[in-house]
């Protein structure tokens, strides 16, 4: 079935639903009149837009007989004009189209939790863990996006054994869920004398926050302690029991915070963040029980796949997802990242339309 026959089809249910909202019986059916309008709202764009293609389709089928049928040479001329303009509309349209029909990820509107960790590479892993941190602050500011640190273990150097961070506005997650993986980077260490390239990696994770309605967190499941905190920090490190460590008993996992110095707000992200990754866990055991044959994943997040390299000599940055290199390291670097991530997000569109058709 193509776009077009699927927009057809969902005219028919659209206006059948637009009959039954004025039936007094379904009216009075609270929960049944919230579930027609919502698929209503949610099928109202896409039969604007089907509409417009139809007016569109009817006017080009026109011209083509005006510029057939008429004797007059400037008519026809005319004609031939309008038709080359009327195919680029249609064609346009119909692009729109298929990206309406793309199902919607429920996740892509909300806040996103950027969790960032150096692989291999020892110190200068860590560097380059700290360079993708600021690289995202950078792209999110200029996104208009609030950037909240939500937990971080510095290296003696400057760089990060791990940093977390909660990047939050409109579509944070929708455009932030394709950085998930393992970055390389190529280049000479600050440390380095001799001058040779060292190859380091730092992974990234991008989870959608998570409210306390949509992940259940029984306090008889957590075991919660709290500690003085360590490493860089300030003055009141190892002075006040400031830390939380929260352990989820039935999957295991463990979120230690110390930024703040606040128990309470050390409490409040580590939550936050347990609440992301315990979904997460949910989410993927389900996924993977259910594409357990399947062997492309379309926007997995995978964090063990290596997506991209950033060579530092060749002021180059690949995604290897998509074949996209940019020869202007230096803007990535500062946040110039919208040519990645919408390109990106194009490609899985495509894939999730072939799967769709």
Same mark, same amino acid.
Not at 49 to 60: G, H, M
Not at 216 to 237: T, Y
């Given at each position: 079935?193509n776009?077009?026959?699927?927009?057809?089809?969902?005219?028919?249910?659209?206006?059948?639903i %637009?009959?039954?909202?004025?039936? *007094?019986a379904?009216?009075?059916?609270?929960?049944?009149?919230?579930?027609?309008?919502?698929?209503?709202?949610? +099928?109202?764009?896409?039969?604007?837009?089907?509409?417009?293609?139809?007016?569109? /389709?009817?006017?080009?089928?026109?011209? $083509?007989?005006? &510029?057939?049928?008429?004797?007059?040479?400037?008519?026809?001329?005319?004609?031939?004009?309008?038709?080359?303009?009327?195919?680029? !509309?249609?064609?346009?349209? +119909?692009?729109?189209?298929?990206?309406?029909?793309i *199902?919607k990820? =429920?996740?892509?509107?909300?806040?996103?939790?950027?969790?960032?960790r150096?692989?291999?590479?020892?110190?200068?892993?860590?560097?380059?863990?700290?360079?993708?941190? $600021?690289?995202?602050?950078?792209? &999110?500011e @200029?996104r @208009?996006l609030?950037?909240?640190?939500?937990?971080?273990? =510095?290296t003696e150097?400057?760089?990060?054994k791990?940093?977390?961070?909660?990047v939050?506005? =409109?579509?944070?997650?929708?455009?932030?869920k394709?950085?998930s993986?393992?970055?390389r980077?190529?280049?000479? *260490?600050?440390t380095?004398?001799?001058?040779?390239?060292?190859?380091?990696?730092?992974?990234?994770?991008?989870?959608?926050?998570?409210?306390?309605?949509?992940?259940?967190? $029984? =306090?008889?499941?957590?075991?919660?302690?709290?500690?003085?905190?360590?490493?860089?920090?300030?003055?009141?490190?190892n002075?006040?029991?400031?830390?939380?460590?929260?352990? +989820?008993? *039935?999957?295991?996992?463990?979120?230690y915070?110390?930024?703040?110095?606040?128990?309470?707000? %050390? !409490?409040?992200?580590?939550?936050?963040?347990?609440r /992301?990754?315990?979904?997460?866990?949910i989410?993927?055991?389900?996924? #993977?029980?259910?594409?357990?044959?399947?062997?492309?994943q379309?926007?997995?997040g995978?964090?063990?796949?290596?997506?991209r390299?950033?060579?530092?000599?060749? %002021?180059?940055?690949?995604?290897?997802?998509i074949g996209?290199t940019?020869?202007?390291?230096?803007?990535?670097?500062?946040?110039?990242?919208?040519?990645?991530?919408?390109?990106?997000? #194009?490609? %899985?569109?495509?894939?999730?339309?072939?799967?769709?058709?």
């Amino acid at each position: 079935m193509n776009a077009i026959e699927k927009c057809a089809r969902i005219k028919e249910e659209f206006d059948k639903i %637009n009959v039954e909202l004025t039936d *007094p019986a379904v009216i009075a059916n609270r929960e049944a009149y919230q579930q027609k309008i919502k698929i209503f709202s949610a +099928h109202k764009p896409i039969i604007e837009k089907y509409t417009e293609y139809l007016n569109t /389709a009817k006017a080009l089928e026109e011209s $083509r007989q005006l &510029a057939c049928s008429g004797e007059d040479e400037e008519i026809k001329e005319l004609a031939a004009q309008e038709i080359t303009e009327l195919e680029k !509309k249609l064609s346009a349209i +119909h692009k729109e189209i298929e990206i309406l029909l793309i *199902p919607k990820d =429920p996740n892509d509107t909300k806040n996103a939790i950027v969790e960032i960790r150096a692989g291999t590479g020892g110190d200068e892993a860590g560097l380059f863990a700290g360079d993708l941190y $600021r690289m995202y602050v950078k792209w &999110a500011e @200029k996104r @208009k996006l609030k950037v909240e640190l939500l937990d971080s273990s =510095p290296t003696e150097l400057g760089g990060f054994k791990e940093i977390i961070m909660m990047v939050s506005g =409109p579509n944070a997650y929708g455009m932030m869920k394709f950085e998930s993986g393992t970055n390389r980077v190529q280049r000479v *260490p600050a440390t380095e004398t001799s001058g040779r390239i060292h190859t380091s990696a730092a992974t990234v994770a991008v989870l959608p926050e998570q409210e306390e309605l949509d992940v259940e967190l $029984r =306090p008889e499941d957590l075991k919660i302690e709290v500690q003085r905190a360590s490493g860089a920090g300030g003055q009141h490190v190892n002075k006040t029991e400031s830390a939380v460590r929260i352990v +989820h008993m *039935p999957t295991g996992i463990e979120v230690y915070c110390q930024d703040g110095r606040s128990q309470i707000k %050390n !409490k409040e992200k580590a939550m936050t963040i347990l609440r /992301a990754r315990v979904k997460n866990r949910i989410e993927s055991e389900e996924k #993977e029980k259910l594409d357990s044959t399947r062997k492309a994943q379309i926007g997995s997040g995978d964090r063990s796949e290596k997506i991209r390299t950033y060579n530092y000599p060749q %002021n180059r940055v690949t995604d290897h997802r998509i074949g996209l290199t940019s020869y202007n390291l230096d803007a990535v670097m500062q946040g110039d990242l919208d040519e990645f991530v919408e390109k990106l997000i #194009e490609d %899985n569109n495509k894939k999730l339309l072939e799967q769709e058709m």
